[in-house]
């Protein structure tokens, strides 16, 4: 049975903001869920990134 249109989690992509700016090959990217109705805002967490090898901030894309 597939997932009704108006769930409140959905599905979001987390991408990293220093690792654009540092001129470096590759991304990193998380993929997660929020609730929408809770959060209806793009979400900021920090994560860790394999390339920098530090926790940096990653912002929602879309």
Same mark, same amino acid.
């Given at each position: 049975?597939?997932k009704?249109?108006?769930?409140?989690? /959905? /599905?979001?992509?987390?991408?990293?903001t220093?690792?654009? +700016?540092?001129?470096?090959?590759?991304?990193? #990217? $998380?993929?997660? /869920?929020?609730?929408?109705?809770?959060?209806?805002? #793009?979400?900021?967490?920090?994560?860790?990134?394999?390339?920098?090898? #530090? $926790?940096?901030?990653?912002? +929602?894309?879309?």
């Open positions: 049975m597939a009704k249109s108006k769930d409140a989690r /959905q /599905q979001i992509i987390l991408e990293c220093e690792h654009k +700016e540092s001129g470096l090959p590759g991304t990193s #990217r $998380y993929v997660t /869920q929020k609730n929408r109705r809770n959060t209806p805002d #793009r979400i900021e967490l920090k994560k860790f990134n394999p390339i920098l090898k #530090r $926790y940096t901030i990653h912002k +929602e894309i879309k």
